[in-house]
């Protein structure tokens, strides 16, 4: 795992102008690869799910698929009192003829009267599957915008699904353009304020945004094995800043200490090489725990944990490969010239690479009191993640979309002039052909049950397929699906009135679908997927700890600690979203319930990103230890050695995350809020308080089963009196080695095992 990063530094430090043309060649060629064969967007098939999903498949069969529908509203104007009947007739009539004579559409229906006479309606339904509806809208919106042109004195608007879906991808697309202008500046301020050097802030920036391009394009390669639902760039976007700038700044930070401990001994291109043996190594395994932990969302059996998962795998490894292949090309070619300056103040004061004045401060009671500090700490993240207890998970609605889009606003005034069109069951049967008119009759009883149920309203429309194999019933629920009455009368009419009619005839296939049945059937579909995807989760995140440090104690501590953190986060999150307290500090207004792909979301990508705190720290404590510094002492030297990078890091992560907070689609600012709490949490609370103290009481049985660490410490006792040396300031300058303690490729400083000497051509394994 070492000699990899290794190799690769080497060369790309050697060959500086080769490897950065490389890299950005690379780039080049991955989008425009990505441009050119283009995307593979996810159809409605890929969608369905559950009973629902069986019942589209048979409208499917028969040709009844749900269309592109838009409806036209026509109400008085603003202050002008009453609608005049006459004037929205002859509006209806203007809609109807511009409507019918676009390509776009597939038919328009009569105008409907509201029951109060407020309003007037025409449906008009448009060509081509439900899903590509938003593609083709604009053309009628304008005749829309022209018919409310030519009637000053009336409103004359247009909403459904496709208008909806593009006023949501606008708001979206602006949301993620202010996410940019707030992140990217306070990244950069803040890699200013950690190298002091523009030029090395702007290279973590420019990796993590030339990631970001390279996996957008490889994401479009991708989806045509696995179909992008339209979430893959948000996730790359969210996943590649973090992450990219992470991981340049875990090999920047090493590269500057082993810079100052070397003291200009050592060229650039050897320095670098360190860098690579270390942090490097701490990358690659990070990169790995995030991808494979995203890959378990492949197990949901959902085309949207599936772009998820193959948006934040791509970004992952992307950004892993730029850090070990062009970063040690830009360290070479800027390293010197951007710290000549940072080197001279150096000189007059020995640098800080130790913990800082904080950490130290809170590292000291976490040294004297070790069971004390575990136990406060895990009881506090476990009263953090009481909330769970209470979750509660729906599928966020139509209903749930930001008011900001007008057509949203549409859709409030067109649902109370018709209540009815809220919602909606549709009953699917098929049967054979000759059995039709059976069916017919068995859904006519079942129309006529629904209209004694008060929770159902409207008009039902019974249809069937020309070859008679498919019958369709749709019958209206006048309430928003997330209310009582229009879950319950699901459950009714799936489990009394459909068994009692149509489901009664033998041979006969009856399923129930709509908006309601939609809204039901995901949160249940992923909650039998979650005892899978949580154990895999737990079986990988385990074996990469043990893989990655030879230790299955650490493996069991690992998979702990991302529990408590990821459970924190989470009660957090229902605490703060499921209740209305926090409405107006971020700006969303509650829906009593947290989305149902939003945890499952969370919990899988909070295991990857707690993996990277978890790898980097824990390398640094296991190096120590190879190189036969007491347990004791390698923990806390460990954990303060790296306070200073993985602040940073968190730092960068939580103010990506927290403008993703910013975002009006109520699922992203969950997803957003979480995220940059799970970080807070680990960086602050797993990192300097829980890891420590636990490992601190554990003492040598971290390192079980693997006996390397005590065999290097032999090594090391053996060596000291015969090969320490020391510098001009009468320090011990140690080399470093690759030992076969616990791993045939484990860095450590020793004088055992084979040395990695430094020489011209930087170091080599001798």
Not at 301 to 324: E, H, N, P, R, Y
């Given at each position: 795992?070492?000699?990899?990063?290794?190799?690769?530094?080497?060369?790309?430090?050697?060959?500086?102008?080769?490897?950065?043309?490389?890299?950005?060649?690379?780039?080049?060629?991955?989008?425009?690869?990505?441009?050119?064969?283009?995307?593979?967007?996810?159809?409605?098939?890929?969608?369905?799910?559950?009973?629902?999903?069986?019942?589209?498949?048979?409208?499917?069969?028969?040709?009844?698929?749900?269309?592109?529908?838009?409806?036209?509203?026509?109400?008085?104007?603003?202050?002008?009192?009453?609608?005049?009947?006459?004037?929205?007739?002859?509006?209806?009539?203007?809609?109807?003829?511009?409507?019918?004579?676009?390509?776009?559409?597939?038919?328009?229906?009569?105008?409907?009267?509201?029951?109060?006479?407020?309003?007037?309606?025409?449906?008009?339904?448009?060509?081509?599957?439900?899903?590509?509806?938003?593609?083709?809208?604009?053309?009628?919106?304008?005749?829309?915008?022209?018919?409310?042109?030519?009637?000053?004195?009336?409103?004359?608007?247009?909403?459904?699904?496709?208008?909806?879906?593009?006023?949501?991808?606008?708001?979206?697309?602006?949301?993620?353009?202010?996410?940019?202008?707030?992140?990217?500046?306070?990244?950069?301020?803040?890699?200013?304020?950690?190298?002091?050097?523009?030029?090395?802030a702007l290279v973590p920036l420019l990796l993590a945004l030339s990631s970001i391009a390279g996996a957008v394009g490889l994401s479009m390669l991708a989806s045509h094995a696995f179909p992008?639902?339209?979430?893959?760039?948000?996730?790359?976007?969210?996943?590649?800043?973090?992450?990219?700038?992470?991981?340049t700044l875990f090999y920047l930070k090493r590269e500057r200490e082993e810079r100052a401990r070397a003291g200009g001994r050592l060229t650039p291109q050897a320095v670098v090489e360190l860098?690579?043996?270390?942090?490097?190594?701490?990358?690659?395994?990070?990169?790995?725990?995030?991808?494979?932990?995203?890959?378990?969302?492949?197990?949901?059996?959902?085309?949207?944990?599936?772009?998820?998962?193959?948006?934040?795998?791509?970004?992952?490894?992307?950004?892993?490969?730029?850090?070990?292949?062009?970063?040690?090309?830009?360290?070479?070619?800027?390293?010197?010239?951007?710290?000549?300056?940072?080197?001279?103040?150096?000189?007059?004061?020995?640098?800080?690479?130790?913990?800082?004045?904080?950490?130290?401060?809170?590292?000291?009671?976490?040294?004297?009191?070790?069971?004390?500090?575990?136990?406060?700490?895990?009881?506090?993240?476990?009263?953090?993640?009481?909330?769970?207890?209470?979750?509660?998970?729906?599928?966020?609605?139509?209903?749930?979309?930001?008011?900001?889009?007008?057509?949203?606003?549409?859709?409030?005034?067109?649902?109370?002039?018709?209540?009815?069109?809220?919602?909606?069951?549709?009953?699917?049967?098929?049967?054979?052909?000759?059995r039709a008119g059976e069916v017919t009759g068995a859904l006519r009883e079942l129309a006529d049950i629904a209209k004694g149920d008060p929770r159902l309203g409207g008009t039902a429309v019974?249809?069937?397929?020309?070859?008679?194999?498919?019958?369709?019933?749709?019958?209206?629920?006048?309430?928003?699906?997330?209310?009582?009455?229009?879950?319950?009368?699901?459950?009714?009419?799936?489990?009394?009135?459909?068994?009692?009619?149509?489901?009664?005839?033998?041979?006969?296939?009856?399923?129930?679908?709509?908006?309601?049945?939609?809204?039901?059937?995901?949160?249940?579909?992923?909650?039998?997927?979650?005892?899978?995807?949580?154990?895999?989760?737990?079986?990988?995140?385990?074996?990469?700890?043990?893989?990655?440090?030879?230790?299955?104690?650490?493996?069991?501590?690992?998979?702990?600690?991302?529990?408590?953190?990821?459970?924190?986060?989470?009660?957090?999150?229902?605490?703060?979203?499921?209740?209305?307290?926090?409405?107006?500090?971020?700006?969303?207004?509650?829906?009593?319930?947290?989305?149902?792909?939003?945890?499952?979301?969370?919990?899988?990508?909070?295991?990857?990103?707690?993996?990277?705190?978890?790898?980097?720290?824990?390398?640094?404590?296991?190096?120590?230890?190879?190189?036969?510094?007491?347990?004791?002492?390698?923990?806390?030297?460990?954990?303060?050695?790296?306070?200073?990078?993985?602040?940073?890091?968190?730092?960068?992560?939580?103010?990506?995350?927290?403008?993703?907070?910013?975002?009006?689609?109520?699922?992203?600012?969950?997803?957003?809020?979480?995220?940059?709490?799970?970080?807070?949490?680990?960086?602050?609370?797993?990192?300097?308080?829980?890891?420590?103290?636990?490992?601190?009481?554990?003492?040598?049985?971290?390192?079980?089963?693997?006996?390397?660490?005590?065999?290097?410490?032999?090594?090391?006792?053996?060596?000291?009196?015969?090969?320490?040396?020391?510098?001009?300031?009468?320090?011990?300058?140690?080399?470093?080695?690759?030992?076969?303690?616990?791993?045939?490729?484990?860095?450590?400083?020793?004088?055992?095992?084979?040395?990695?000497?430094?020489?011209?051509?930087?170091?080599?394994?001798?």
């Amino acid at each position: 795992m070492t000699k990899l990063p290794v190799r690769m530094a080497r060369w790309s430090a050697g060959h500086p102008w080769r490897a950065i043309v490389g890299w950005f060649l690379f780039v080049a060629l991955c989008l425009g690869a990505g441009i050119s064969v283009g995307g593979n967007p996810a159809t409605s098939e890929d969608f369905r799910i559950g009973e629902a999903g069986r019942a589209e498949a048979f409208a499917a069969e028969g040709g009844m698929q749900q269309r592109p529908l838009e409806r036209v509203l026509i109400s008085a104007a603003p202050g002008a009192g009453r609608l005049d009947p006459g004037a929205a007739d002859a509006a209806a009539r203007d809609i109807g003829a511009r409507m019918r004579k676009l390509p776009e559409v597939l038919s328009v229906a009569p105008a409907v009267r509201a029951a109060d006479g407020t309003a007037v309606r025409i449906d008009v339904t448009m060509k081509g599957a439900e899903l590509d509806g938003k593609k083709h809208v604009d053309p009628l919106l304008a005749q829309t915008a022209e018919v409310q042109a030519a009637h000053p004195g009336l409103r004359v608007e247009e909403v459904g699904s496709p208008s909806i879906g593009k006023g949501v991808e606008k708001l979206r697309g602006d949301d993620l353009a202010r996410t940019e202008m707030i992140a990217l500046p306070v990244t950069l301020i803040t890699l200013l304020f950690v190298f002091r050097s523009l030029s090395m802030a702007l290279v973590p920036l420019l990796l993590a945004l030339s990631s970001i391009a390279g996996a957008v394009g490889l994401s479009m390669l991708a989806s045509h094995a696995f179909p992008d639902a339209g979430v893959g760039t948000n996730v790359i976007l969210l996943i590649g800043l973090a992450v990219g700038v992470d991981y340049t700044l875990f090999y920047l930070k090493r590269e500057r200490e082993e810079r100052a401990r070397a003291g200009g001994r050592l060229t650039p291109q050897a320095v670098v090489e360190l860098a690579a043996a270390t942090s490097g190594r701490a990358v690659v395994l990070s990169g790995l725990a995030v991808a494979v932990s995203s890959a378990t969302l492949y197990l949901a059996d959902d085309v949207i944990f599936s772009s998820i998962a193959t948006g934040a795998i791509v970004v992952t490894l992307v950004a892993v490969v730029s850090s070990l292949t062009v970063l040690p090309a830009l360290l070479s070619v800027l390293g010197a010239r951007a710290e000549r300056r940072a080197e001279r103040r150096a000189a007059r004061k020995a640098p800080a690479s130790g913990a800082g004045r904080f950490t130290r401060a809170v590292l000291r009671p976490v040294s004297r009191y070790p069971a004390v500090t575990l136990i406060a700490s895990v009881v506090a993240l476990l009263a953090l993640a009481a909330p769970l207890l209470g979750l509660k998970l729906t599928d966020m609605g139509r209903e749930t979309h930001s008011r900001a889009i007008g057509a949203m606003q549409t859709y409030d005034r067109l649902n109370a002039a018709f209540p009815e069109l809220k919602a909606m069951h549709q009953v699917l049967v098929r049967a054979d052909a000759g059995r039709a008119g059976e069916v017919t009759g068995a859904l006519r009883e079942l129309a006529d049950i629904a209209k004694g149920d008060p929770r159902l309203g409207g008009t039902a429309v019974l249809r069937t397929s020309p070859d008679g194999r498919i019958s369709l019933l749709e019958l209206s629920v006048p309430h928003y699906v997330s209310t009582d009455a229009a879950q319950s009368s699901l459950r009714d009419l799936r489990e009394t009135y459909v068994p009692a009619t149509v489901g009664a005839l033998p041979g006969v296939e009856a399923a129930v679908t709509g908006d309601v049945a939609r809204y039901a059937d995901y949160p249940e579909h992923q909650k039998r997927k979650l005892p899978l995807i949580i154990g895999a989760l737990l079986l990988v995140t385990f074996a990469m700890t043990v893989w990655a440090f030879r230790s299955v104690v650490l493996g069991l501590v690992g998979v702990v600690l991302n529990l408590l953190s990821a459970g924190a986060s989470l009660g957090i999150l229902v605490m703060v979203f499921q209740g209305s307290w926090a409405e107006g500090l971020l700006v969303f207004e509650s829906t009593g319930s947290i989305g149902s792909r939003v945890p499952l979301f969370l919990f899988v990508i909070l295991f990857g990103l707690s993996m990277d705190y978890q790898v980097f720290v824990i390398s640094r404590i296991r190096e120590a230890a190879l190189n036969g510094v007491p347990t004791r002492r390698a923990v806390l030297d460990g954990v303060g050695s790296s306070a200073g990078v993985v602040t940073s890091a968190a730092v960068v992560m939580v103010t990506v995350f927290a403008s993703f907070a910013a975002l009006h689609l109520i699922e992203m600012k969950q997803i957003g809020f979480s995220l940059a709490v799970a970080v807070l949490l680990d960086a602050f609370v797993i990192r300097i308080l829980v890891l420590p103290s636990l490992m601190l009481l554990l003492g040598e049985a971290n390192w079980w089963p693997s006996r390397g660490v005590g065999r290097a410490r032999r090594h090391a006792a053996e060596a000291r009196p015969a090969d320490a040396r020391r510098d001009s300031e009468g320090g011990p300058v140690e080399a470093l080695t690759y030992s076969d303690a616990g791993s045939a490729d484990s860095p450590t400083r020793s004088g055992a095992g084979a040395p990695l000497e430094v020489g011209p051509a930087g170091p080599s394994v001798g």
